[in-house]
Every structure is written in C-alpha cells, then in structure tokens.
C-alpha cells in the first residue's frame, strides 16, 4: 500500500532539514572564527582553547574606613587655686575665649587679711635685721680691740645672719600669698571655646576641693585617635592625607592628615594607635561627634592580581592553570591575599608573567595540550 505524504508532512520535513543545515552551518563557522567556546575534538586533533591573561605586579590602593570620634585639639577643667566666694562671672557656654582672658572673679576676705598679715610680718623681720645688723658691726669693731671675747663677736654675727634668713622667710610668704591673690582672677588657658560653667555668684569655693568652676576647649583644629590593623602598619606615615566623613554633612568630605603613630602595636587588639588633625577654623565640627576615617593605603610592594575567575578551589587549597611556553596546562598551588571582588591578590605560588588561564573548567589536567588566546578586551 502506497503511503500517501500530505503537504503538512512535506512542510514539517522541510523544516526540520532547514534547522539542521543552519546549525551544521553555524557550528563550521565557528570553527573558522576560532570561537574560544568551542570544546576539543580528538578525533580531529583540536586542543581545546583557553582564555590566558599575564600575571603581572601591580600598585593596588586600598580604601581602610575605621570609626572616629572627634575630640578637641586641648580639653582643660578650670580649677580654683584660692579659696574665697564667687565675685561675678564673665563668660558662659559656647563663648569663644582669649588666652589669658578673666572668666571669673573670686572674693576672697580672707587672705586679704593673711596678706596683709605676711607683709607687717617681713616689716617686723626687716627692723630684727637692722638692729643686728648694728650689733655685728659694733661687736666687730669691739673685738678688734680685744674689749670682748672672740665668743660674743661671733654670736652676733650669727645673730644677724639669722635675721636675713628671717626676711628672706617673710618675702617668700608675702610672696606666696601675692600669687594666690592672682589666682582670684580665674583666666583662660589658651583660645578655645567655653563648654561648661559651674560657676555661680556668691558659691564658695574651696582650693583644692576638685569643684569644678570652667571647661575650656581649643577647638580650631580637632585630634581623631584611630586604632589601624596590623595589616596596614606599614602604609601609615606621618603627612598621610586622609578624609573625615560626619553623618551630619553626607555632601560634604573634611580633610585631615596623620600627625604621629605610637611605635607599638596594642597587644590585645594588633593595632596601631595612629593620631589624625583635621583643621576646623569655621567651627563647623564639635568634640564629640562621630564619623569615619577614610584612609587611600597603596602597598609598598607590588602584587600579582587576577580576575576573581581564575582561582580553581579543591580540597587540597587553592590552585591556577597555567600555561607554558609549550602550551600545556600546569596546576599551581597559590596563597590567596585580599579579595577585591573582581580581582584577587595573589601573595605567591606564581612568578609574574606567567599565563594563567581565566575561568578554567574542570577537564583541564596537568600536561593537556592548549590552544591559548587572549580575552576579547585585551585581543582587541
């Protein structure tokens, strides 16, 4: 019986015979182009081909953000040195001061008097001095003639030199007491900006009780202490540009540098305890704030880096393919460094310049015979 073909049948057979030629087609062409894609074909003796790239040192730079706090360049509590009751005060919070500038006045009756007491003292101690001044003088002249004893001379000499070791007791009180007398005029230390006053008219104050009367903060340039990781030791030095973010001026970078590092790692931590001032004339910034600190680290030695995709991870540790001046693949072991994301650091296990082969797949074996080509980018 005579099988009858229908014209969808024809249809169907033309079809598929047009899909078949387009990828026999396709495949041979290909071929022609050396499409790296392609897989080996032994029976035509193909090796297959692998993209290479050239293992080469490069200066990586690093971006390290550590947390910060700001703090004043100097931060001093102002303290009483002389007891007495607060006269008036001349300066309050968020006042900016001069060095030397009166912030407070106290009132002391008090040592007033003990000054003035000091001072009839050294009177007194000055007049016992005269009169054996005198009396020296005449014993002297007395036991030149033989008229007394060498004994009486030499006490009154002795009795005069006690005498000016007495004024000299007497000055050094009144001048003492003179300098606690200033001491009634509370000063500022240095230009800053006031940041606390627990002075009130009419407090007692007692030298040496701990009361705190001013907090005073030079705030034109700001310390930040940072606390850098051993791995990052060696790319500190003093002079390093850095950038200050602050949460509170997301639009804005401040700019600061490395003034000192301690010459010890903390052993605790392996950090390195690094000191870094960032000018702030307009005042924008407070003591206080927290932010971060941007550091642009570049290695002082070169390292080898390569695409993320070359790395081959097996049970026995990392490893790459590389190719030889033969062709041939040959596995390395490497020491992995940092990992950049699309590149990784290599710290050994390959000698610059070698071919390493991106992205390998699994079939590739020490000894296999390899078409190399650069990549897309690189080829053109």
């Known amino acids: 019986m005579k099988a009858v073909r229908t014209p969808f049948a024809l249809e169907g057979i033309a079809a598929l015979a047009?899909?078949?030629?387009?990828?026999?087609?396709?495949?041979?062409d290909a071929r022609l182009r050396g499409d790296p894609s392609r897989d080996?074909?032994?029976?035509?003796?193909?090796?297959?081909?692998?993209?290479v790239v050239v293992a080469e040192p490069r200066t990586v730079a690093t971006d390290l953000d550590l947390p910060a706090a700001l703090q004043a360049f100097q931060d001093t509590p102002i303290y009483a040195r002389t007891t007495g009751y607060i006269q008036k005060w001349l300066a309050d919070i968020g006042e900016r001061v001069k060095s030397g500038q009166t912030l407070a006045v106290i009132d002391g009756p008090?040592?007033?008097q003990e000054l003035n007491q000091a001072r009839a003292n050294m009177g007194q101690a000055k007049a016992n001095l005269e009169i054996?001044?005198?009396s020296a003088v005449r014993w002297k002249e007395l036991g030149a003639q033989h008229a007394v004893a060498q004994q009486d001379v030499d006490q009154k000499t002795a009795d005069y030199a006690a005498r000016e070791a007495d004024v000299s007791a007497a000055q050094a009180n009144v001048d003492r007491l003179?300098?606690?007398k200033e001491y009634q005029n509370v000063t500022a230390p240095y230009d800053g900006v006031v940041t606390a006053r627990n002075a009130q008219v009419g407090a007692l104050i007692t030298a040496g009780s701990g009361a705190e009367i001013y907090h005073v903060a030079q705030t034109d340039i700001l310390r930040i202490y940072v606390s850098v990781p051993q791995r990052y030791v060696r790319s500190i030095s003093p002079g390093l540009s850095v950038n200050v973010l602050i949460p509170e001026?997301?639009?804005e970078t401040f700019r600061g540098k490395v003034v000192r590092f301690a010459g010890a790692l903390d052993s605790a931590s392996r950090t390195l305890l690094t000191e870094v001032q960032i000018p702030n004339q307009d005042g924008k910034l407070f003591p206080g704030m927290f932010g971060q600190v941007r550091f642009r680290l570049k290695d002082l030695e070169p390292a080898i880096m390569l695409p993320s995709d070359a790395a081959i991870i097996r049970s026995e540790g990392t490893l790459v393919a590389t190719v030889d001046?033969?062709?041939r693949i040959h596995l390395a072991r490497v020491r992995l460094g940092r990992d950049f994301g699309s590149e990784i650091e290599i710290l050994?296990?390959?000698?610059?310049?070698?071919r390493v082969v991106t992205n390998p797949r699994d079939s590739l074996t020490d000894g296999l015979l390899v078409d190399p080509v650069a990549p897309p980018a690189a080829a053109k």
């Open 18 to 28: 047009s899909a078949l030629a387009l990828a026999l087609l396709a495949g041979s």
């Open 40 to 51: 080996a074909d032994p029976a035509r003796g193909e090796n297959p081909i692998v993209t």
């Open 110 to 112: 008090d040592l007033d």
């Open 132 to 134: 054996a001044r005198i």
């Open 178 to 180: 003179t300098q606690l």
């Open 249 to 251: 001026f997301p639009a």
């Open 325 to 327: 001046a033969g062709n």
């Open 348 to 354: 050994g296990g390959i000698e610059p310049g070698t």
